[in-house]
Structure formats: structure tokens, C-alpha cells
């Protein structure tokens, strides 16, 4: 196959390589690369290959050359008009992932990238493409995760702090025989639990897992003092496991005169 830039004299490859050594931007400095290779003589195949890149990019940057000379190397989008990621757009939207959208008034509680598009728009009056919104979130380091679920206190302050009083109290003033212990159970799910993941292209990632769920429950107390804890496993979640519990308290506590237990909603 042929050069596809044939004709231009020899100042003009020489002005090419003057701005090819002063480039400090990598994806001009590619282009002013292809230039150079077809200049020299390559084909567009051959300058493909030598610069991984695809033919038609070749053929591309080439035509923009012939029709604006050394300019046409620049990137065109830099006179689509205002940058629409700018510092103000990011500080917004970093703000925002950092937050939730049931605060700018949406029901659900975690963020789409569409969601995050109607809502900047919304706020800024600067609306983007789902595409570019990927970009943004890349500029400000943010990652998809998954979010941890947690349970907010269901009491009023006051009752809380009241109640918060009362178990300083006894634990200030406890006689040494007697124990303080924090108890709670928990369930133990054995199958694994699947979060995201990325996959290869067309490709569908398995787990195994054993089929039907299979769970523990488990019941600790925590030693006030000590920091010992203590705990027993049973198949079910009911008044048994607490008993195996209490056992479990009583023998590993033979000279406590009383066992105090601080459960849920004490």
C-alpha cells in the first residue's frame, strides 16, 4: 500500500519533529508520531502497527492533517465550548457521592450514575452524558463498593442517655463479687456471600456454594472487666440457646454472687 501523505516537502517534516520533541501531551504526541511515520514513507498499516494503534485512527489523524495542516493534530473537542468538568462541576459531585440522594430528595438510597447526572443538572444546570459521568467519577477517585448496612438507635436522646447513665452507674459501683456481662447472638450464614466483581468480556463468573443455606446462631457475653468473652452455638435461635448461654456463664463464674447481663433494648 502506498504512503497516504506523499508530496509535502522537506520543511515540513522537519517542523513536524521540532513540535514532536517540545510535546509534553500524550495523546498529541501519538498523532504528531503517526504524521512523522507516514512522512517517512510508512503505510497506514505499517504505522498501525509500529504504534499499536487501530488503521482507522491512522487514516483519520491523516485526513485532518491535509485539511488543516499541523492544527489538525489538536484535539477538536478543546472548541466544543465551556469544559463541563471543571473544578466547581467535581467539588459538587464529590460532595455528592459523599452523601446520599434521600438528602437532595430522592427515595432511593444509593447513587446511579443517571441519578447523579439528573441531580447535578438540577443543581448546576450543567448536564452531561451517563459516559462522561464515568469520567467525573474517575477524576474524583471514586469507587463503586457496596455500602454497609447499619441500624440507628431507635429511642429518643433522652431515654438513651438516661439508660447509658444507669449502666455507668452500676458499673462504677459494682462490689467485686458480682459480674458485669454485654450479651447478644448473631447469625452465622454458611453460604458465601457474593459481592460485586469484575469480569472479563462475555464472561459469567461462578460460586459454588452448598445449595440450601445453611446457618448458626451463636449467643456471647462479653466480661466487662476482663474483656473475656464467652459463647455457645446452637442450631436454632431461640430460649435454648440463651439457657446454654447462662450455663456457660455460671460455670465459668462459680464464686459471682450475682451475674448482671446487659441484652438488647436494656
Known amino acids: 500500500m502506498s504512503c497516504i501523505l506523499s508530496g509535502y516537502p522537506p520543511t515540513v517534516k522537519d ?4 513540535s514532536l520533541r517540545r510535546c509534553r501531551d500524550a495523546k498529541l504526541h501519538k498523532r504528531y508520531l ?7 514513507g510508512w503505510d497506514a498499516y505499517d504505522t498501525a502497527e509500529r504504534l499499536s494503534v487501530h488503521n482507522t485512527t491512522v487514516y483519520r489523524v491523516a485526513k485532518r492533517f ?3 495542516g499541523e492544527a489538525g493534530l489538536l484535539d477538536g473537542r478543546e472548541d466544543n465550548g ?57 477524576l474524583i477517585k471514586a469507587r463503586r463498593g457496596r455500602p454497609r448496612p ?3 438507635c431507635p429511642w429518643p436522646e433522652k431515654k438513651k442517655k438516661r439508660r447509658l447513665g444507669a449502666i455507668r452507674q452500676l458499673l462504677g459501683g459494682l462490689p467485686r463479687r458480682e459480674a458485669v456481662f454485654y450479651e447478644d447472638e448473631v447469625d452465622v450464614h454458611l453460604n458465601p ?18 445449595g440450601k443455606n445453611v446457618k448458626r446462631y451463636l449467643a456471647g457475653a462479653l466480661n466487662v472487666r476482663t474483656g473475656l468473652l464467652l459463647w455457645v452455638e446452637a442450631e436454632r435461635k431461640n430460649s435454648l440457646l440463651f439457657i446454654l448461654l447462662l450455663h456457660e456463664l455460671c460455670r465459668f463464674n462459680p464464686k459471682a454472687t450475682v451475674i448482671h447481663l446487659m441484652l438488647d433494648n436494656y
Open 15 to 18: 517542523r513536524i519533529l521540532k
Open 34 to 40: 503517526i504524521i512523522v511515520n507516514l512522512l517517512h
Open 66 to 68: 491535509r485539511e488543516l
Open 82 to 138: 465551556q469544559v463541563k468538568l471543571d473544578e466547581r462541576f467535581l467539588g459538587r459531585l464529590d460532595k455528592m457521592v459523599r452523601s446520599t440522594p434521600q438528602k437532595y430528595g430522592w427515595p432511593r438510597p444509593t447513587w446511579t450514575r443517571e441519578l447523579l447526572v439528573e441531580t447535578l443538572a438540577r443543581e448546576t444546570g450543567v448536564r452531561i452524558h451517563p459516559a462522561t459521568m464515568s469520567r467525573a467519577l474517575a
Open 150 to 152: 447499619t441500624v440507628s
Open 193 to 210: 456471600k457474593i459481592g460485586l466483581d469484575w469480569m472479563g468480556y462475555r464472561q459469567q463468573k461462578e460460586v459454588n456454594t452448598p
